[in-house]
């Protein structure tokens, strides 16, 4: 079974930043692509950000120029650098792993972590 933990979450003010992490542990043997989900009270969760394991990557338009998505092979795990936040960024955020290939197991799976709240306020 494959485990993604979220770490990074917090309070900040309108303008500061916050880098959230992930990390996969598990038999993984690749994953397609990881993301950044987020939702926020009364709303549905949306896709924030996407990275292919070539480093393809995809932004809402809402934190285009703001939010960087990053990832390491190697180590499975993908990195949300989050700058000029907005009161309207404010949401738990939710790591995602698509395409994942386990040791022992045919087909490819979907993971998600557990989320990890972000509050954005003076």
């Known amino acids: 079974q494959v485990q993604l933990v979220e770490t990074g979450g917090g309070v900040v003010q309108p303008g500061g930043l916050l880098r959230l992490s992930c990390a996969a542990s598990g038999k993984i043997l690749s994953i397609n692509t990881m993301a950044w989900y987020r939702q926020a009270p009364g709303k549905e969760r949306e896709l924030v950000a996407v990275?292919?394991?070539?480093?393809?990557?995809n932004y809402a338009d809402s934190v285009k120029g703001r939010f960087t998505i990053s990832r390491d092979n190697a180590k499975n795990t993908v990195d949300l650098q989050m700058n000029i936040l907005k009161p309207e960024d404010t949401a738990v955020y939710y790591c995602?792993?698509?395409?994942?290939?386990?040791?022992?197991?045919?087909?490819?799976?979907?993971?998600w972590g557990q989320g990890t709240q972000v509050t954005v306020s003076s």
């Open positions: 995602n792993g698509d395409g994942v290939r386990e040791v022992g197991r045919i087909g490819r799976y979907v993971y």
């Open positions: 990275i292919t394991n070539g480093g393809i990557t």
